[in-house]
């Protein structure tokens, strides 16, 4: 097994002028703003740090995460009443404007929001739901994404179904809560609660859940939003360096890839890194971009040797293989891998 920087440069070598490791035409890398945490709470707000570093990382939309455009005095974010109360009074205040502010700047730097993760809990007032509609149309986002309960979710039904905007539900990995959206069953649930519900995967918390993502996006790609891209190990397990986790980044973005899914795939560091978060974001976008370049990679374990590939795909049926890796195989291929019933997905 080869090590994660061994990946990237052998994922370099194989394309001919691809020193920038550039994405894929038709996949859509960004950032979910939640990466930039460490800057909370820094004397004044934070906008044109973002603006900088989208910019030194060569990416033009994210996901905001409502905190990054908060005041200063609200933050750092907490779970405390005193946060929570204040953070009602600025969005009922003068967060709209603010907001406002925040979206000219970002639209003057060609950064483009698609979506805004807003803090949608259970005590939200009516109020506080109508303005994070409003706030969401002020980034110029067709998109609110939201972690919140199923309980939440049913509520707010009337307030997206009057406006028309799109709710995008974020899971976690708390299965064994069934308010909570982290199982297939708990989104298939919110689905059905409204026309204009969708899904934002989060690629990690699903697989620490102990779920495939992969089969996920392949049966629900026209219900779901964006995706968050991060490396979980299974079992409720932490967050790892791309690579290192047990999280099929390279085959979910080799899906969208030949599929041609228009779902924007954006970073999401969370991991204890050793840089900063410009610094880790780069890697983490620099792994992206890699196991977007290399093809015939789309079943192949993160990190893994190229040699690995054929002894992978030799254990596959040919429905499987194509179904995940979409390679045309010959008759004598199909007639001897079907000899072999390994196929999971007809048994």
């Known amino acids: 097994m080869q090590s994660r920087r061994t990946f990237l440069r052998l994922a370099a070598m194989s394309v001919p002028g691809c020193a920038a490791l550039a994405a894929a035409p038709g996949v859509r890398l960004g950032v979910q703003t939640y990466s930039f945490r460490e800057w909370l709470g820094k004397p004044g707000d934070i906008t044109d740090e973002l603006i900088a570093a989208m910019r030194q990382l060569g990416i033009t939309e994210c996901e905001m995460w409502e905190p990054t455009l908060q005041p200063p005095a609200l933050l750092p974010p907490s779970s405390g009443d005193a946060y929570r109360e204040g953070v009602r009074k600025w969005r009922l205040g003068s967060g709209l404007d ?26 939200c007032t009516d109020e506080e739901v109508n303005r994070g509609i409003e706030m969401t149309h002020a980034l110029g986002a067709k998109v609110m994404t939201v972690s919140t309960t199923l309980t939440m979710a049913k509520r707010a039904v009337p307030f997206f179904e009057k406006d028309g ?12 809560d069934p308010n909570q959206f982290a199982t297939p069953a708990s ?41 968050h891209i991060k490396d979980r ?60 370049a290399v093809t015939r990679w789309s079943m192949v374990p993160n ?37 072999m019933q390994l196929d999971p997905i007809s048994r």
């Open 187 to 227: 989104f298939t649930a919110g689905l059905a609660m409204s026309r204009r519900y969708r899904v934002n995967l989060d690629i990690g918390h699903f697989t620490a859940g102990g779920f495939d993502a992969v089969e996920f996006i392949h049966t629900h790609h026209d219900r779901i939003t964006n995706l």
């Open 303 to 339: 990190g893994a040797d190229p040699s690995e590939a054929v002894a992978l795909m030799d254990t596959l049926s040919p429905k499987r293989m194509y179904s995940v890796t979409g390679w045309p195989l010959s008759s004598s291929s199909i007639a001897r891998r079907s000899a």
């Open 165 to 176: 905007l799109i709710l995008a539900l974020h899971g976690h990995s708390n299965v064994s």
């Open 98 to 123: 603010d907001i406002k502010a925040h979206a000219a700047r970002l639209t003057a730097a060609g950064i483009r929001v698609f979506a805004f993760n807003y803090g949608l809990d259970d005590q």
């Open 233 to 292: 190990k299974k079992n409720d397990g932490p967050n790892m360096p791309f690579g290192q986790g047990d999280t099929p980044i390279t085959a979910v973005l080799q899906l969208l890839k030949r599929e041609h899914y228009p779902i924007p795939a954006y970073i999401e560091y969370e991991y204890s890194g050793s840089g900063t978060a410009t610094e880790e974001v780069g890697k983490c976008l620099a792994y992206a971009r890699a196991a977007l």
